[in-house]
């Protein structure tokens, strides 16, 4: 890495380690080759394993709301209900009214988790036929009930769940057709430790049935497309091919290192910089038992200057801090976790913290 390398701390993108920037630098290849077949066949049942799905795993050549638009272009006939707690899951009513979509936004105040209780009751009126909902609100630091939200979905056969998993996938499970997820999305640039470029996403049954019978789903994210594609092992445009490459190296890092290895040093790494938190007598921005296990969104309780916190880790550490995220910044910050770190790069992030905060 170069002397201006900037290790990035912030909730995605994330840092990319050399090792993958070396397996995305593979000769280029046609996307309609035998040999981009065998790469897409290749990851196929990885990424099955880490979706927990038996269906086919969908590569979108875009950022994550490419398929958080498509869903609903997709999928919506009747209201969109939008379960709205932060930055990411307020925006997605404004996208569904800007696809022509009747939308209505379940609100919560940000770092409120969503509540199932209120979904089953807005679902009875039988008025909506989609669910959109963030597993994990980056903006807030707050982890939503997946679970139990799905669980309430699954008593409306007619209600597709939307569930983005950007900063939760890889994570903690995110068990697709156990929980009966319609679509089930995650982004490259989080906690796969790739470049941005690259959405991943799932397709039940029911939400490919439905598909079918929705006019204007335009073409770029049309769901029937990427199915009759995926039949060749291939995607409906030219994918980001050096990307794709980069996901089949990170595949094999996380294989190698074991799912569930992988996950548990996400929440030890979390548990680290949770420890840091409370010894320094700050509070947390999500509530007890909905906390991120990907990042640590902290409450400013202390009034510390966190602009000049950020600038001070930057310029004496070299090391990229978020200030907090839209209405939020300032009075928050944020500390990753997720991707490729390690007990030593949180040590040190957690020491340049310290350092910094001695300087305020
Ligand atoms: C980062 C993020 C997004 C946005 O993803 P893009 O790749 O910028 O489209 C969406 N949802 C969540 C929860 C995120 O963390």
């Known amino acids: 890495m170069s002397q201006d390398h900037i290790r990035l701390h912030i909730p995605g993108p994330v840092e990319v380690s050399p090792a993958t920037y070396e397996a995305m630098a593979a000769p280029m290849i046609g996307h309609r080759s035998k040999d981009f077949q065998a790469l897409y066949a290749e990851i196929q049942p990885k990424l099955q394993?880490?979706?927990?799905?038996?269906?086919?795993?969908?590569?979108?050549?875009?950022?994550?709301?490419?398929?958080?638009?498509?869903?609903?272009?997709?999928?919506?006939?009747?209201?969109?209900?939008?379960?709205?707690?932060?930055?990411?899951?307020?925006?997605?009513?404004?996208?569904?009214?800007?696809?022509?979509?009747?939308?209505?936004?379940?609100?919560?105040?940000?770092?409120?988790?969503?509540?199932?209780a209120d979904v089953d009751a807005k679902l009875a009126t039988g008025e909506f036929d989609v669910v959109t909902f963030i597993h994990n609100e980056t903006s807030t630091g707050v982890m939503n009930p997946l679970a139990e939200i799905a669980a309430v979905c699954r008593k409306y056969d007619d209600v597709m769940l939307v569930v983005d998993t950007v900063s939760s996938f890889s994570v903690v499970p995110t068990p697709t057709d156990e929980l009966g997820v319609d679509v089930m999305l995650t982004g490259s640039q989080k906690a796969l430790a790739l470049p941005p470029g690259l959405a991943l996403f799932t397709v039940s049954e029911a939400a490919m049935e439905r598909a079918k019978t929705v006019n204007d789903r335009g073409y770029y994210f049309d769901f029937i497309e990427f199915a009759k594609n995926q039949e060749k092992d291939m995607t409906p445009s030219t994918p980001c091919i050096a990307t794709i490459y980069g996901l089949r190296h990170q595949l094999n890092v996380i294989f190698e290192e074991g799912i569930e290895a992988r996950m548990g040093r996400h929440e030890r790494l979390n548990e680290t910089v949770h420890e840091w938190v409370k010894a320094n007598g700050f509070e947390f921005f999500a509530p007890e038992g909905f906390r991120s296990k990907s990042l640590t969104c902290v409450a400013n309780n202390k009034e510390i200057d966190v602009a000049q916190l950020v600038k001070l880790m930057r310029e004496n550490h070299r090391i990229a801090l978020d200030g907090g995220y839209g209405k939020i910044k300032g009075t928050t910050f944020r500390i990753s976790n997720m991707g490729d770190e390690t007990d030593e790069t949180i040590g040190n992030l957690l020491a340049a913290l310290d350092d910094s905060l001695a300087k305020l």
Do not use: H, I
Not at 49 to 75: D, H, I, Q
Not at 79 to 84: A, F, G, I, N, R
């Open 49 to 116: 394993t880490l979706f927990g799905t038996s269906r086919p795993v969908f590569l979108s050549t875009s950022s994550a709301w490419g398929v958080m638009e498509g869903s609903l272009r997709n999928l919506a006939t009747k209201k969109v209900l939008c379960c709205c707690s932060g930055a990411f899951s307020d925006k997605w009513v404004d996208v569904a009214a800007r696809c022509g979509k009747e939308a209505e936004a379940l609100q919560y105040e940000w770092g409120v988790p969503v509540d199932p």
